[in-house]
């Protein structure tokens, strides 16, 4: 009796395995370079979306380097007390708006607006790759 469902056993194992292959249709095979994905993201046009969405979770968790930023900016040697308050306060005001842009835009990520899903804010210059300085020459 043991024999038999170890039999038994082994033959389902074996029919599972190849049922799937079996199943597995050939026509929906991609040009090579593409998967499946790339190929609903390019018919449905979602990259422009997604792009949206990662501005908008971006925006939403670094608004608050803003501060820092704009401390950096009005930083004036003459008068550091009143040039670290007001970079404070600008900084804090434009965070609270790319926060919030951060979030409209990660809650509408797949409505068009606005057109063609353009970015509502620049970019952070934290993470502006043309306004990187060159590296120094070697002498």
């Known amino acids: 009796m043991k024999g038999i469902s170890r039999g038994v056993l082994i033959l389902m194992a074996m029919g599972c395995v190849g049922?799937?292959?079996?199943w597995t249709d050939e026509s929906t095979s991609t040009p090579a370079g593409t998967d499946q994905v790339d190929t609903l993201m390019s018919r449905y046009n979602l990259n422009p979306a997604i792009e949206k969405l990662g501005r908008g979770v971006s925006n939403v968790c670094f608004g608050g380097l803003e501060i820092p930023l704009n401390i950096h900016k009005r930083y004036?040697?003459?008068?550091?007390?009143?040039?670290?308050?007001?970079?404070?306060?600008?900084?804090?005001v434009k965070g609270l708006a790319r926060t919030g842009v951060g979030a409209y835009e990660t809650l509408t990520f797949l409505i068009p607006i606005p057109e063609d899903f353009k970015p509502i804010l620049p970019t952070l210059e934290y993470f502006d790759?043309?306004?990187k300085r060159a590296p120094l020459p070697l002498e």
């Open 19 to 22: 049922v799937p292959m079996a």
């Open 76 to 92: 004036a040697l003459s008068n550091t007390g009143a040039s670290y308050v007001t970079g404070t306060v600008y900084g804090l």
């Open 129 to 131: 790759r043309s306004t």
